[in-house]
């Protein structure tokens, strides 16, 4: 069962012009277009430790001949290292490398760099300006395994390492810090035909930062009580399947990129003014399917962007579900489940070409007559009241009450406002069966919140349908519907 929990009200329209503003921000501070970087200077990098940092562990690197496996026994080292020739470095007991607070901790500068088994603590100190982190690469094919990485100012941070995999870390930021004083848990830069899978991210300043990285897989990640889930610019043909990005400020914020697909993630409490679940900025060609975007203060959020297409995704719990600015951008939402939501959509642009096409929506209370799935009448997304929402902030703490209801039922008998029609022409009678579409958070005792809307829901639609009777069913079932429940 879905849970969806009731969203909480604020301005819907205040909030769109601050996660306008904020988007404007972001693009200022970057070019036009991706642009590849330059070579990295050599002295711009941390290098070799001084002798009074340096890890008891360097000897040990320094001595071995590339190739080689250096096998670190239990116990723990105090001070930094630095790898600069291909070597397997890896932990049995899982020894704990403790930094010297003033650099990063691991520093790779040769290709082919395996680590793996390692507790890192970077000891809460570092230098931002120079990217300090638990691990620290700036070379190809990088491998980082089942390490544990604490109070550092970047978990991982990787510059033009092309190649690299994270697999199966665990990454906590420094606690009590705000966070303009810490980094991203996993930073790439400037890089491609990298994988991330399986990694846990807490408490940093961004989970995944991804900038001029593309061709990448980034699968099964949990990442959480952060600021931005996915901070993302400038990098295309990039794959994100099963990740959780759950309580920040925005679940995903992905701009000025290309031909990304985004599959059976969950976004999952994203809350705070102008908040955001999934939010594109200057987007081409990406497909959402089959992900879980629940209780965040807005699902969906597009601007600037061509051929964004959402099918099979749960979109629950939001204030406004769908943020829309672009007038032609040729959006598609096709066999989305849309329940519990204060508004549908709101639509900052005097028109759209954007196409909703055999969608759930728990709010319609149109009849299925004819028993085929699918309701008789559009089901319009925009009413009159909605234009007073987006106009009037106050106007939110009525949306709920027997008074909208009242207006828009009024203003579909007598229309009054030539408002603009966005409608979805053959909207579901019922929710379809999403089999793909993840469950909520999966280590939840008892009753939910988020579930408790759902069963209402769910349960005053049926009541609806009993009290209007239905003939049997006669015709096909709706092309979006999914009917082989699991």
């Known amino acids: 069962m879905l849970m969806i929990r009731p969203a909480a009200c604020t301005g819907s329209q205040g909030a769109a012009v ?55 026994e239990p116990g723990e080292y105090v001070g930094d290292v630095i790898i600069d020739k291909p070597i397997h470095l890896t932990g ?7 930094g010297s607070g003033r650099g990063s901790v691991v520093r790779i500068r040769a290709d082919g760099v395996t680590i793996d ?72 830069y ?41 901070h993302y610019m400038f990098s295309n043909d990039n794959v994100f399947e099963d990740n959780t990005f759950a309580n920040g400020a925005a679940g995903t914020a992905i701009m000025y990129s290309q031909r990304i697909a985004f599959r059976r993630n969950r976004l999952l409490r994203n809350r705070g003014f102008a908040s955001v679940g999934l939010l594109f900025q200057g987007c081409d ?16 959020f597009i601007e600037g962007s061509h051929r964004i297409t959402l099918r099979r995704n749960v979109i629950a719990g939001a204030d406004v579900a769908v943020v829309l600015y672009d007038p032609t951008g040729g959006h598609r939402f096709e066999g989305n489940s849309f329940v519990g939501n204060m508004t549908p959509l709101e639509l900052v642009a005097r028109r759209t070409d954007t196409v909703f096409a055999g969608n759930y929506w728990s709010a319609n209370d149109e009849p299925d007559l ?17 234009h007073f929402r987006g106009n009037l902030t106050a106007a939110d703490i009525l949306s709920d009450s027997f008074a909208a209801v009242a207006i828009g039922a009024a203003e579909r008998a007598f229309p009054v406002l030539r408002l603009v029609p966005v409608e979805d022409a053959a909207p579901l009678a019922r929710p379809p069966v999403l089999p793909a579409v993840p469950r909520p958070d999966s280590g939840a005792v008892g009753p939910s919140p988020l579930g408790i809307v759902t069963s209402l829901a769910l349960g005053l639609g ?9 003939r049997p069913s006669t015709g096909p079932r709706s092309a979006c519907m999914i009917t082989n429940a699991p």
Request: glycine share 12%.
């Open 18 to 72: 601050a996660l306008a503003a904020v988007v404007l921000l972001f693009a200022a501070a970057s070019p036009a277009r991706a642009q590849p970087m330059a070579a990295i200077p050599p002295g711009a990098l941390e290098g070799r430790p001084p002798a009074s940092d340096l890890s008891p562990l360097q000897a040990r690197v320094d001595a071995a001949v590339p190739g080689a496996t250096v096998t670190i």
């Open 92 to 98: 049995r007991g899982r020894p704990r490398l403790v």
């Open 117 to 188: 088994g390692f507790v890192i603590d970077g000891r809460r100190g570092g230098d931002l300006s120079r990217d300090s982190s638990g691990v620290h690469s700036a070379a190809g094919d990088t491998t980082l395994r089942d390490l544990e990485i604490s109070d550092a100012l970047f978990g991982v941070y990787l510059r033009e390492a092309n190649g690299a995999v994270v697999e199966r870390c665990r990454i906590r930021g420094i606690p009590g810090r705000d966070p303009g004083e810490k980094g991203s848990g996993i930073h790439a």
């Open 190 to 230: 400037n890089m491609e035909r990298f994988r991330f899978a399986g990694n846990e991210i807490v408490d940093v300043r961004d989970g995944l930062y991804l900038q001029n990285a593309s061709q990448g897989e980034i699968r099964g990640n949990v990442v959480r009580d952060v600021r931005y889930g996915l």
């Open 285 to 300: 060609d990406v497909l959402a399917e089959d992900n879980l975007i629940a209780d965040n203060a807005r699902g969906v």
């Open 370 to 386: 004819d028993g085929d799935g699918i309701c008789e009448r559009p089901y319009r997304l925009t009413s009159v009241f909605d």
């Open 462 to 470: 049926g009541v609806a349908v009993l009290v209007r009777g239905r």
